[in-house]
C-alpha cells in the first residue's frame, strides 16, 4: 500500500505525550472531561440503533467496536466494560503499548493494534461501530481517511465522527484560548487549517456510502466544568452515519 493517512509530525506529538494518557490531570485533562458526554451519546445511539436494553450491566454485549486513533485507550475501556467487543487501533507504537498496560492491569479485555485504518481495512475486518473521534484534524490524506474508516463499518452498522469545526470561534476557543490562555492543551496541539466543517464530513461521509442519521455540537459549560450536547456545532462537534444493511 502506498497512500497512506499517518502524518508523521502528529504521530510523534501524540507519542510524547503517551505516559500521560491515564493522567487526569496532565495533558489529556480536557478528553478526561469530554468522555462522558461521548460515552453517552455513544451509549444512546448502540443501544437504539441495535434495539438493546440500556437497563442491563453490559447492554453492548456481542457488538463489535474499533476505536480508530484510539491513543490510551480513554473510551475503549468503558466500552468493553459495557459488554462490547473492543478493538482499538492507533499509528503511535508507544500509546498502544501503554494503552495495553493500563487495560491488563484493569482487567479489562481490550484488543490493541498499533495499525492505521487503511491497514487495517485490508485485513477485511469490519465492526458493528465505527468511531472516528477526534482524529481526522490530525491526519493526512483525510478523503482516504475517511474512506477507509467507512469500509470497516459492516452493513447495517455506524459511524460516529467526532471533531472540531473549521470556524473563527473554533479558532479562538480551541486554540487561542484551550492552548495559549488556559494552558489545556500542549501549545500546537492544532493546526486550524486541518479543522472540517460539518458539510465537508458529511460530504465524505455520503460520498462513501454511509448515510447520516444525528448530529450534535457539544460545548463547555465553565460553571459546571463539564461538557454538554448542544444546538451550536460551531466549535466540537459530533456526526453519526449508518451505512445500509444488506438486502
Known amino acids: 500500500m502506498t497512500e497512506t493517512t499517518i502524518n508523521e509530525a502528529e504521530v510523534a506529538k501524540f507519542t510524547a505525550m503517551a505516559e500521560e494518557w491515564w493522567d487526569p490531570t496532565g495533558k489529556f485533562k480536557p478528553l478526561h472531561k469530554f468522555s462522558p458526554v461521548r460515552l453517552g451519546y455513544i451509549r444512546e445511539h448502540a443501544l437504539r440503533h441495535f434495539a438493546r436494553d440500556g437497563a442491563t ?40 503499548k501503554i494503552a495495553a498496560r493500563h487495560a491488563e492491569l484493569s482487567g479489562v479485555d481490550v484488543s490493541y493494534q498499533a495499525t492505521t485504518s487503511e491497514a487495517l481495512v485490508a485485513t477485511g475486518a469490519q465492526f458493528d461501530i465505527v468511531l472516528n ?6 491526519v493526512d490524506n483525510v478523503p482516504l481517511y475517511m474512506k477507509s474508516c467507512a ?36 501549545k500546537g496541539t492544532h493546526d486550524w487549517h486541518k479543522f472540517l466543517t460539518p458539510d465537508e464530513i458529511r460530504t465524505l461521509l455520503s460520498r462513501n456510502g454511509l448515510d447520516i442519521t444525528a448530529e450534535t455540537g457539544v460545548v463547555y459549560h465553565p460553571l459546571a466544568d463539564d461538557w454538554r450536547k448542544s444546538r451550536d456545532m460551531a466549535i466540537n462537534y459530533m456526526i453519526l452515519a449508518q451505512k445500509p444493511a444488506l438486502d
Open 133 to 138: 473521534m477526534e482524529v481526522v484534524e490530525h
Open 151 to 186: 469500509d470497516l463499518v459492516a452493513p447495517g452498522g455506524l459511524m460516529l465522527t467526532a471533531t472540531l469545526n473549521r470556524t473563527a470561534r473554533a479558532f479562538a476557543l480551541a486554540i487561542v484560548g484551550a492552548e495559549y490562555v488556559l494552558g489545556w492543551l500542549p
Open 57 to 96: 450491566m453490559r447492554p453492548l454485549e456481542g457488538l463489535r467496536i474499533v476505536d480508530v486513533g484510539c491513543g490510551g485507550g480513554l473510551l475503549c475501556e468503558p466500552l468493553s466494560r459495557l459488554g462490547a467487543s473492543v478493538t482499538g487501533i492507533d499509528a503511535s507504537e508507544r500509546n498502544i
